[in-house]
Structure formats: structure tokens, C-alpha cells
């Protein structure tokens, strides 16, 4: 079985990292708690995704952008 998901826009994780010198401690531990919480729930109702890189995830949650320039602590 495949999902097709339609296209979206956006800046995805490997932009982000292209475009930043360091990421903060903070931000990369925001990052994997979402990704391990969105890969946990796939599991959950026994899908996986077989492809999950950096180009493949992308940000378009406002919160996320905000929490990105913020001192948010985990």
C-alpha cells in the first residue's frame, strides 16, 4: 500500500540546515520529539515510512517557525 500526499510547501530540514551554522541543543531535541512522536504514530496503526531524510520533512506549522527563533526550553 502507498500514501500519496499532495505537495506542499515550505522550508524542509535539509534547507534549514543549509542555511544555519549551528542549531541550538534546544531546537534539535523539538525537532526528533516531533519526528519520533509523527513516526510513533505511523507505527501505531502499522504504517512505516520508508523514506525519512532530511528533505522529507518539512516545516509548515507556524509554532514551529516561531519555536526556531525562540529560546524555547525543552
Known amino acids: 500500500m502507498f ?6 510547501s515550505g522550508t524542509n530540514l535539509a534547507e ?4 544555519i551554522k ?3 541543543y534546544n531546537t ?3 525537532i526528533m ?3 519520533a512522536s509523527a513516526v510513533k ?4 496503526y502499522k504504517y512505516a515510512h520508508r523514506d525519512i531524510k532530511p528533505d522529507n520533512i518539512y516545516f509548515f506549522n507556524i509554532f514551529f517557525h516561531q519555536h526556531l527563533h525562540s529560546e ?3
Do not use: A, G, R, S
Open 3 to 8: 500514501i500519496v500526499t499532495e505537495l506542499i
Open 22 to 24: 549551528t542549531v541550538p
Open 41 to 44: 504514530y505511523l507505527h501505531d
Open 28 to 30: 534539535i531535541w523539538f
Open 72 to 74: 524555547f526550553v525543552c
Open 33 to 35: 520529539y516531533q519526528l
Open 16 to 19: 534549514y540546515l543549509e542555511n
